[in-house]
Every structure is written in C-alpha cells, then in structure tokens.
Nanobody, 123 residues
Framework: QVQLVESGGGLVQTGGSLRLSCAAS????????MGWFRRAPGKEREFVAT????????YYADSVKGRFTISRDNAKNTVYLQMNSLKPEDTAVYYC????????????????WGQGTQVTVSS
C-alpha cells in the first residue's frame, strides 16, 4: 500500500509560481509512474502531467505545456510539479497519483491517490 501526501499549495497572483510536492511512502517509489491531476470547482478531475517510472519520460496536458514541469527524485521518494505563469484557470485542488501501469494512470484509474492540495490563483 502506497501513501501519497501533497504539499505546497496556496494562494498566488496571476503570473506567479508555485511548486507542489508529493511524498510517497509504503512502497518502492522507483517502480511507479507518477502523475498530477486537478479538479476545478464545478468541473471533473482532469489530467495535468505524468512522468514514467524508468526513463522519466514526461507528458503534459495542452493547457499547461510550457508553464508546468513535472519531475521526480527517487532518492527522496518525491514527485514535484513546478508551476509557472499561473492563471486563474489553474485554480483547483491538485492531486498526486501513482500506478505501476502507465495506461491506468493516463486513464485516470491509478492505484493510489493523494488527498490533494489547494491552489488558488487570484486576478
């Protein structure tokens, strides 16, 4: 069983930056592909970014390309989401997720979810 704990959310102004962290425990972090997802008020949960378990290949939603960067540090059992040039549309609860099967992850069916951290971008 893997536990995921997000941190780093908060209130920022439009154009600002924020770095989210997701600390994993209870499993072998290196065997999991990791992802970030978000749910804005009144909307369904959506994909933000993923990073694979072995070659650290990354993939981003079109809405965040060029602004967000996902990375991982296997020595620290942590995945990060660096968010730059933030927009009000980025306001959401951000969730970390893990799955050994990348296909499950991109289908929004990961084995493990974190509890989420709130990101609010003001105008």
């Amino acid at each position: 069983q893997v536990q995921l704990v997000e941190s780093g959310g908060g209130l920022v102004q439009t154009g600002g930056s924020l770095r989210l962290s997701c600390a994993a425990s209870g499993g072998t972090f290196s065997v999991y592909s990791m992802g970030w997802f978000r749910r804005a008020p009144g909307k369904e949960r959506e994909f933000v970014a993923t990073i694979t378990r072995w070659n650290f290949s990354t993939y981003y939603a079109d809405s965040v390309k060029g602004r967000f960067t996902i990375s991982r540090d296997n020595a620290k059992n942590t995945v990060y989401l660096q968010m730059n040039s933030l927009k009000p549309e980025d306001t959401a609860v951000y969730y970390c997720a893990a799955d050994q099967d990348y296909n499950d992850l991109v289908r929004l069916r990961p084995d493990f979810w974190g509890q989420g951290t709130q990101v609010t971008v003001s105008s």
